[in-house]
């Protein structure tokens, strides 16, 4: 039971964010990410 509340609770978290995640995963593809000069690997 506790399984499946929390795996509602994160389906539902995902709709109600997926237009600010879906923005986010667009500026990171245009721009980067802030550490990208500073990695060594």
Known sequence: M???EKAG???QWLAEN???LDAYNRR???LGVF???L???
Do not use: K, M, N, P
């Open 9 to 11: 609770r994160r389906e």
């Open 28 to 30: 990171v593809e245009e």
């Open 35 to 37: 550490s990208d000069g």
């Open 18 to 20: 997926s237009e600010a």
């Open 2 to 4: 506790r399984a499946a």
């Open 39 to 41: 990695r060594r690997f």
